[in-house]
Structures are given as structure tokens and as C-alpha cells.
T-cell receptor, first 116, second 113 residues
């Protein structure tokens, strides 16, 4: 089974609108971390936001928020007030447990295009 | 503070050759991990080094190897290149093992002809 599933290959959003990128995960480990990264065409992966499995509140970082629904094993990224510079690939990732170091599992990504 | 630096950024090799990629982590970061990104397989974990020791390894053949030096710089080597090794190789650093987010470099894009 896939550890991270992103079901939206491509998304379009109007500038200044909000958009939700979906992510579901699969793990039996009670301790895990969920991450979202942005990859512009330059190739560098840029960290956006983190949610720990024991965190009670949804994470927020500026215009980014993570809608964490533990029972449903989903960790959707919400981008508010989209900007043209938000056009990029977005990856959801997970690190399991306390013994796997920095081995991250990545989803297949969602290509976001912001329309002026 | 300088980010993660990967060299070379682009390279072209032929089948059967070998290649060495270099990664300089953010100053003070002791963990370096490597990922392969291809259109077909996405991002896949290769291995991680912490304090000059390989701590974890992904499901790749033995042709893929790496090492870390005392200054935390890391190299990865791919021997006997195959066409399927064409990919973007991303290096990521982290202050510690199993903590925090990964900081990625811009990658080394390898094309095997």
C-alpha cells in the first residue's frame, strides 16, 4: 500500500482564491510527522508546514494551513489568497516513528497552477 | 546562512560509466540524506548519513553508494550506469537524526545516454 496518496495530479486556482490540496497517509505507527513541500521548476524542495501525530491543533504557517484529520488519515494543505508565485508542484510527505531517521515517504505530487 | 549546495547541477553520462555527486549541507547540520526523483517513481529515499555513518538505506541496488566526511559533506556514487538512472538526485540536510524538516538542495540532474 502507498504510504502517501495524493489524488490530484493537477489543480487550477484563481489568483487570490483559496485552494485545498489533498493528502492521505497510511501508517500503523502511532508516532509520525507529516510535511508539505513545494517544488518550483528550479527543482529545489521548499518546506512549507509540519504536523506531528500528537499535535492537537492544526498547523499554520502564514498563508498555509494543514487540515489534519487523524481518524481519516488525511493531511490536506490549504493555501489561502493564492499568488502567481504559488504555481509549483506540491508534495505531501511522512516520516514514521522514532527509529527511521530522515527517511521520508513522498506522494506523487500535485501540480498547482494559479491563474491571473 | 548558506543553503544545501549540490554539484554538479547537470551532467550527462553514458551507460556503463560511473558518476559521483557531491552535497554540502547547511553549516551545523549533521544529517545528509539522498533522494532520487523520476517521473515514473517519484521521490524515493536512497540513504541517510549521520556522523559519517550510514543510518538508513532505501531499496536500491548496490550500485548506489555514498559516504559522509567529517565536515558532514556527502557524496553519492552510482556505478555501471543504466538508462533508468536518469533522474534528479536531491540531497537534503537536517540538524539531527529523526528531527525536524529536511532542507533540500536544488539537485543534480543526471542524464544517462
Amino acid at each position: 500500500a502507498q504510504k502517501i496518496t495524493q489524488t490530484q495530479p493537477g489543480m487550477f486556482v484563481q489568483e487570490k482564491e483559496a485552494v485545498t490540496l489533498d493528502c492521505t497517509y497510511d501508517t500503523s505507527d502511532p508516532s509520525y510527522g507529516l510535511f508539505w513541500y513545494k517544488q518550483p521548476s528550479s527543482g529545489e524542495m521548499i518546506f512549507l508546514i509540519y504536523q506531528g501525530s500528537y499535535d492537537q491543533q492544526n498547523a499554520t504557517e502564514g498563508r498555509y494551513s494543514l487540515n489534519f484529520q487523524k481518524a481519516r488519515k488525511s493531511a490536506n494543505l490549504v493555501i489561502s489568497a493564492s499568488q502567481l508565485g504559488d504555481s509549483a508542484m506540491y508534495f505531501c510527505a511522512m516520516r514514521e516513528g522514532r527509529t527511521t531517521g530522515n527517511q521520508f515517504y513522498f506522494g506523487t505530487g500535485t501540480s498547482l497552477t494559479v491563474i491571473p | 546562512k548558506a543553503g544545501v549546495t549540490q554539484t554538479p547541477r547537470y551532467l550527462i553520462k553514458t551507460r556503463g560509466q560511473q558518476v559521483t555527486l557531491s552535497c554540502s549541507p547547511i553549516s551545523g547540520h549533521r544529517s545528509v540524506s539522498w533522494y532520487q526523483q523520476t517521473p515514473g517513481q517519484g521521490l524515493q529515499f536512497l540513504f541517510e548519513y549521520f556522523s559519517e555513518t550510514q543510518r538508513n538505506k532505501g531499496n536500491f541496488p548496490g550500485r548506489f553508494s555514498g559516504r559522509q566526511f567529517s565536515n558532514s559533506r556527502s557524496e553519492m556514487n552510482v556505478s555501471t550506469l543504466e538508462l533508468g538512472d536518469s533522474a534528479l538526485y536531491l540531497c537534503a540536510s537536517s540538524p539531527g537524526w529523526n528531527t525536524g524538516e529536511l532542507f533540500f538542495g536544488e539537485g543534480s540532474r543526471l542524464t544517462v545516454l
